[in-house]
C-alpha cells in the first residue's frame, strides 16, 4: 500500500538553530502534502498545505518565514523549523495525498532546548 | 467554536463493554467524515470512513447524520487493544482534513 517515509523520527536541537524535516511518498505521487503539528494532549493542527510545484498555503497564525515547506517533486516534501525555540517543540507529521486516500507520515518528534 | 468538536474524554470501561463516542462538525460544506485512531506518540490511522447510509466493519459502527451535521462510532465487546485515542475527522472542499480533539479510551481487564 501507499507509505509516506517520514524522517527523522525525533530530533533534539539548541535553541536558534534550524531542523529539516523530510517526507517521501512510495509507491504513490502526493500531488498534495498537507504538515502538521500536535501539541501534546491536543489534536492534530494544520498548518500548511502544499501542492507540487507551487507555493505552500499556511493556516492562519502560520509563520510562513519560520516553517519553510517545499514540495519539489511529487515524492518529496520538506519542512524546515527555522530558528527553533522551546516553544516549538512538538510532533510534527505530514499527510500526503493523491486526491484517492490520505497518507500520513510516523511522524517528528522535535525537542528545542 | 472548533469545527470539529468530539466528547470529552477519557472513557474508562471494562473488556467486553460497548462504548460510543459522539462529534459534530460545524462546516455544512464539509464532504468526507472519517474515524481515526491514534496510539501513543504515533502518527494516526485509519479506521474506517463514515457515510450516511452508516457503515459497520467487524465490532465497529459509524453513522453519519448530515442534517444534523453529527458523526457518532460505536465499539462492541471492546479489547485492550482497543485502549488508543479516537479522532473524529473531517474534509473540506481543498480536500484538507480537520481533525477533532480526540477521546482518549481506556479498555481495563
Known amino acids: 500500500g501507499a507509505v509516506v517515509s517520514q524522517h527523522p523520527s525525533w530530533v533534539i536541537c539548541k535553541s536558534g538553530t534550524s531542523v529539516k524535516i523530510e517526507c517521501r511518498s512510495l509507491?504513490?505521487?502526493?500531488?498534495?502534502m498537507f504538515w502538521y503539528r500536535q501539541f501534546p494532549k491536543q489534536s492534530l493542527m494544520l498548518m500548511a498545505t502544499?501542492?507540487?510545484?507551487?507555493?505552500?498555503?499556511?493556516e492562519q497564525g502560520v509563520e510562513k518565514d519560520k516553517f519553510l515547506i517545499n514540495h519539489a517533486s511529487l515524492t518529496l516534501s520538506t519542512l524546515t523549523v527555522t530558528s527553533a525555540h522551546p516553544e516549538d517543540s512538538s510532533f510534527y507529521i505530514c499527510?500526503?495525498?493523491?486526491?484517492?486516500?490520505?497518507?500520513f507520515g510516523s511522524g517528528t518528534r522535535l525537542t528545542v532546548v | 467554536r472548533k469545527e470539529v468538536e468530539q466528547d470529552p474524554g477519557p472513557f474508562n470501561v471494562p473488556e467486553g463493554a460497548t462504548v460510543a463516542f459522539n462529534c459534530t462538525y460545524s462546516?455544512?460544506?464539509?464532504?468526507?467524515f472519517f474515524w481515526y485512531r491514534q496510539d501513543c506518540r504515533k502518527e494516526p490511522k485509519l479506521l474506517m470512513s463514515?457515510?450516511?447510509s452508516g457503515n459497520e466493519d467487524g465490532r465497529f459502527t459509524a453513522q453519519l447524520n448530515r442534517a444534523s451535521q453529527y458523526i457518532s462510532l460505536l465499539i462492541r465487546d471492546s479489547k485492550l487493544s482497543d485502549s488508543a485515542t479516537y479522532l473524529c475527522v473531517v474534509s473540506n472542499q481543498g480536500g484538507k482534513l480537520i481533525f477533532g480533539q480526540g477521546t482518549e479510551l481506556s479498555v481495563k481487564p
Open positions: 499527510s500526503g495525498t493523491d486526491r484517492v486516500g490520505y497518507t
Open positions: 502544499s501542492n507540487e510545484g507551487s507555493k505552500a498555503t499556511y
Open positions: 509507491d504513490f505521487q502526493a500531488t498534495t
Open positions: 462546516n455544512s460544506a464539509s464532504q468526507s
Open positions: 463514515v457515510y450516511s
